[in-house]
């Protein structure tokens, strides 16, 4: 049960944490934006106790101080002081943040920036509009803290003592829910765009999820990996491009525990990762790419028999804020092609193109309604697969781009648009500016063409084919996917999981601006007047952009 006092929280000038549940898809006034997003901050805060590495002093702590000011004259006063302190901490770099209140009058800032000392005991250099500045100790008492406070009010020695206790008695699962509820408003006021939805073939061997999902979320994209990793019975290998989920790394740790074989694969980019280090501490065995060019996978194999991947990095960005597609397969043999990608990786160090081309490209029969194919960047020719798929269009061609520079890709889409056949693509905006980006070419060859509304990112890489065949996966569409980093493309054949694409492709598509003036000019400044390649890009240009 939840043990804030009102009084002391009005009293003190602050924000209340969130009492009512929010209304679904509400705008917000800016007033109301700023509280709920102080509130957010307040109860991460509070939350940040169970995060890995927590040391216990994390969150919100209501203090009771008794403070004496010993005047240069010999007078002394005495005094009490009460305030609301928000500790947060980064590796051992601990702030404290917050109000004191003097004699029950006088309300001042109070803030407290340091490292936290080998025993846990915190001494840290403190400034504060009604206690000057000085010294600020916090020793663990019990459940609570021992606070005593030295330092000077000008000439003045002052002095204080008192305890802190926890301001918020929250359980954790009262906590995630309140987080999802402030979450949800704050993301449905930023991106206000139909709830991503999900969807399964009818057989139930195949499964698919979109986000954005609010942190929290017990329905969402995280959750359900965590299910997956808790179902594990004997093995899970996994190679993420990043990997920075708490919960995630919690759940891998206790699947080792119970006896499940771990390995992950993951770009060495992440070292240094929280949730990476977490799993190196608690010997679950890890292996990094060591390379300049990306590892760039996002997929998990749980017992030979199910495959997690698509577009979704194990980040925050990736689960909670970014647009991206998660799919769950069960298929054994669909199974045995990632454990075969994951060991050339894992067992034998081969990334990238020292990968050899040994899985299977042909079609794997999942349920009655679903085909699938898997390529491999970039031993298995992914890009002249998709290329092929896109040659086959009859009707439509629906593209959700992350990153779109492929000149070979376009050529193909191009030869489509003059065949007749609708082409409709939503770039990511970030990458306007990028000189090599498809956009504006598309958009003079007839391609309906949009930058998306997603204030983050639109991480999707997807190509729907007549709204009967996906193209999906970790694979951007750029010579760098398809010539150097460790990508996975799928094929798929399914009415059901098309119809499900093209739903989440007109949801993207239907809030962005079909007027923004850089659709035309985004990437047209290399070519020629008659839309061909100028020398400069022919021979290589500019290097390929990031995954």
Known sequence: MRTVALAFAVALGLAPLAWAQPVPGARLEPAEEARVRADLRRLKSEYARYDLGATGLEGIWQVSLTRTLARSGGRTEVTPAAGEW???????????????????????????????????????????????????????????????????????????????????????????????????????HRYPRPAPTRAQTNGGRVGLRFTPSAEHDPQGVEADVVRLIGAAERTIDLAVFEFSIPRVAEALVAAQERGVRVRMVYDSREDGQPALEHLKARGVPVRGDQRSTYMHNKFMVIDGKTVWTGSTNMSP???????????????????????????????????????????SRDWIRVDASTRVQVFFAPEDNAMDRLIQAVRGARRSVKVLAFAFTSEALYQALVERIQAGVKVEVVFESLHAGWRQTKTGPLHAAGASVRFDKNPDAMHHKVVVIDDRIVCTGSFNFSDGADRQNDENLLVVQSAVLARAFAREFRAIFDVCDPNDPRLATSGMAGRNPDGSLSIIDAIGGEPEPGP
């Open 317 to 359: 960005n990736g689960v909670y804020i970014s647009d991206n597609a998660a799919l769950t397969f069960q298929s054994a043999p669909l199974a045995a092609q990632y454990t075969t990608e994951f060991e050339e990786m894992f067992v034998h160090g081969q990334f990238g193109t020292r990968s050899p081309a040994n899985t």
């Open 86 to 188: 928000i500790l947060t901490r980064s590796g051992a770099d601990v702030t404290i943040a917050g109000r004191l209140i003097l004699a029950g009058r006088t309300t001042g800032k109070f803030e407290a920036r340091g490292a936290l000392g080998a025993d846990g005991t915190l001494a840290l250099p403190y400034k504060a509009t009604v206690a000057g500045e000085g010294e600020l100790r916090l020793e663990r008492d019990g459940d609570g803290l021992r606070v005593r406070l030295a330092g000077k009010v000008g000439a003045d020695d002052v002095r204080a003592e008192g305890t802190a206790a926890r301001a918020v008695g929250s359980t954790r699962a009262e906590l995630e829910a309140e987080l999802f509820a402030l979450g949800a408003r704050l993301q449905a």
